[in-house]
Each structure stands twice: as C-alpha cells, then as structure tokens.
Nanobody
Framework: QVQLVESGGGLVQAGGSLRLSCAAS????????LAWFRQAPGKEREFVAR???????????YYTDSVRGRFTISRDNAKNTLYLQMNSLKPEDTAVYYC?????????????????WGQGTQVTVSS
C-alpha cells in the first residue's frame, strides 16, 4: 500500500511559479509510474503530466497540451518524492492538484488508471 501526500500549493498571481511535491511512503517508489492530475471547481479531474519509472533509456515524460512548455514533472527516487514545477501560471490553472502512482503505465497517456492517489493540494492563480 502506497501513501501519497501532496504539498506546495497556495495562492499565486498570474505569471508566477509554484513547485508541488508529492511524498510517497509504504512502497517501492522507484518502481512506480507517477502522474499529476487536477480538478477545477465544477469540472472533471483532468490529466496534467506523467513520468515513467526508470528504464534502460531513462525516464519518459508526457504533458497535456495546456501545460506543455510551462510545467515540468520530475522525480527523486532517493527522496521518494514527485515534483511538479509550474511556471507562467494562468488563472485557468486554478484547481486541486493530485498525484497518482501505479505499477502499470497506461497506454492512453492521459488515462487516470493509477492505483494510488493523494488527497490533493489547492492551487489558486489570481488574475
């Protein structure tokens, strides 16, 4: 059983930056594929970014179109922590951000098919 705890959310002005963290415990962190999702008020949860577990070729990453070039997903296996660096934030990035972990990498890169989820951290971007 893996426990995931997000942190780093807050209130920021448009154009600003935040770095989210997701601390994991209770499992072999390096063996998991990881992702960030978000849910805005009144909307369904949506995919943000994912990072694979390590392979012979390193890690693979994937971003949804709306954040590509502004957000960067990374992981530190030694610290059992997943990160999301968010730059050039926009009001439409306002949402609760969730991290997720799974043993399988979904074929659909934006699929929510992950085994474990955190409780979320609020990000609010003011205009």
């Amino acid at each position: 059983q893996v426990q995931l705890v997000e942190s780093g959310g807050g209130l920021v002005q448009a154009g600003g930056s935040l770095r989210l963290s997701c601390a994991a415990s209770g499992g072999t962190f390096s063996s998991y594929n990881l992702a960030w999702f978000r849910q805005a008020p009144g909307k369904e949860r949506e995919f943000v970014a994912r990072i694979s577990r390590s392979s012979w070729s390193g890690y693979s990453t994937y971003y949804t179109d709306s954040v590509r070039g502004r957000f960067t997903i990374s992981r530190d296996n030694a610290k059992n922590t997943l990160y999301l660096q968010m730059n050039s934030l926009k009001p439409e990035d306002t949402a609760v951000y969730y991290c997720a972990a799974g043993t399988s990498l979904p074929t659909d890169p934006e699929s929510p098919a992950y085994d474990y989820w955190g409780q979320g951290t609020q990000v609010t971007v003011s205009s």
